[in-house]
């Protein structure tokens, strides 16, 4: 588990060396004494491990820029790669003072050990296309959602692929979210493209995305909150947490719709990683307790299995939302 006595920690990505397990993470003060103000003091912290259970804290990884810059205010989510050099490269989200916080980006910072980052020079920002993903000033929402970069290879068709938080630009305002999309050649020029899921499929946002094959089976991860589900979702008594869609194609089209929900919300931000004796196991950060106070702290790994077509954390079957159908492979 990771705790920090100084620090509130949430959500986060993991590399692996082959040597150690490096796990980026936002952080803020607890002297800030309210966690809900933690968003705009982000930084992305930085410990390793050899187990995924003892943690060594390293230097922070990123902090915000030095203005002006699209990610003058605080550093969010992101996701981190190794290309054919063996340079790391980590793509992550940023918001800016200008944009008073409310329109998110994507940036990346490269490495050659993972300790030492440094900016995309000349540096770059990607930012959503019109044609398909809502604005600021849509009003449909409280920010321009655009951030959670999933970076991975595609081997059939030689791409690198990026999921993205996003909004669709039509549809039920309460039902917009939708898995964004990017590809490159080289992890350098990017093309943004149309969503890979539909509007309408209940979620208001679809945060942290990723995608692992687990067993033989691909699946999609995803979070979303009991606040930001549709409508639709609430009045049928559905509520939030980590939650997973079966599929085929890692490059898509996802049927969100059929997803279901693998924890409830006391845990967010699931994140699927293999340990060294190749088992699959899921962390998550703590995000609240029984009494609703906010937590901030990051799990032990728990291990995964495939429950009837689901996939299950065991020793939390009572979190599961059982209440849903099962999803087939689409």
């Not at 000349?122 to 959503?128: E, R, S, T, Y």
Request: charged residues 20%.
């Amino acid at each position: 588990m990771l705790h920090l006595p100084a620090a509130w920690v949430w959500d986060f990505w993991l590399a692996d060396d082959g040597d150690r397990f490096h796990l980026f993470f936002l952080k803020a003060s607890r002297a800030l004494l309210d966690p809900d103000r933690r968003h705009w003091r982000a930084t992305v912290g930085h410990a390793t491990s050899t187990d995924l259970v003892v943690w060594t804290e390293q230097p922070d990884a990123l902090v915000p820029a030095d203005g002006p810059s699209f990610d003058d205010l605080a550093t969010w989510t992101g996701s981190i790669v190794r290309d054919d050099t063996g340079t790391w490269r980590m793509f992550y989200t940023g918001v800016s003072r200008e944009g008073r916080g409310l329109i998110q980006r994507i940036g990346s910072a490269t490495s050659v050990d993972l300790l030492v980052w440094s900016r995309h020079q000349p540096h770059f920002v990607i930012k959503p296309d019109p044609r398909w993903y809502e604005s600021i000033a849509d009003r449909s929402w409280p920010d321009e959602a655009w951030r959670d970069p999933w970076v991975f290879h595609n081997e059939a068709d030689g791409l690198w692929h990026m999921l993205v938080t996003a909004r669709a630009n039509s549809g039920a305002a309460d039902q917009r979210g939708v898995v964004g999309h990017a590809t490159s050649a080289d992890l350098a020029r990017w093309s943004v493209a149309e969503p890979l899921s539909a509007s309408g499929s209940g979620f208001g946002q679809l945060e942290v995305l990723q995608i692992a094959n687990v067993d033989g089976q691909n699946v999609l991860l995803f979070s979303c909150l009991s606040s930001e589900l549709s409508d639709e979702r609430k009045a049928r008594g559905e509520r939030g947490g980590i939650w997973a869609v079966n599929i085929d194609n890692p490059t898509g089209p996802f049927a969100v719709e059929n997803a279901y929900r693998v924890a409830d919300e006391t845990l967010y931000v699931g994140r699927l990683v293999q340990d060294r004796y190749g088992k699959w196991q899921l962390l998550a950060f703590k995000n609240t307790a029984l009494n609703g106070e906010w937590i901030g702290e990051i799990t032990d790994p728990m291990p995964v299995t495939w429950i009837g077509g689901r996939l299950a954390i065991p020793p939390l079957l009572s979190n599961i939302d059982t209440s849903l159908p099962i999803s087939k492979s689409v």
